[in-house]
């Protein structure tokens, strides 16, 4: 999926392969905002099965957001709202990774890989 192949290249690259990278996401993330629009889900007013598959994303916003240097939410302000909207379901936050952890999870990522 094109969305997994950004984040990684984010995550992983530097010098024009990253800012390369860091369009795609912000392309595929666009279309996703579209698609939202101005409804509070993406089910429209009420939490659907899009919702949960799509959410699971928005724990990798603040590593991808520090490693490309770049604000997803200055971009995409409201899918943000969206992902914020969906971390206050107690089912949402208690069953995904605390973005933190997704930042600490890449940095020894990088790590491993010899990028830091």
Not at 29 to 38: A, I, P, S
């Amino acid at each position: 999926m094109q969305i997994y192949d950004a984040i990684v290249k984010i995550l992983t690259t530097k010098g024009e392969e990253l800012e390369a990278a860091k369009e795609v996401f912000i392309g595929i993330l666009k279309v996703l905002e579209d698609e939202l629009g101005d409804k509070p889900y993406f089910g429209g007013e009420k939490f659907s099965f899009a919702d949960i598959a799509l959410v699971c994303f928005s724990t990798w916003f603040y590593a991808v957001e520090n490693f490309g240097d770049f604000s997803i939410e200055s971009r995409l302000p409201k899918l943000v709202s969206w992902a914020k909207r969906c971390m206050q379901k107690e089912t949402v936050s208690k069953s995904l990774s605390d973005e933190k952890a997704v930042y600490d999870f890449v940095v020894t990522y990088r790590k491993e890989l010899g990028i830091e």
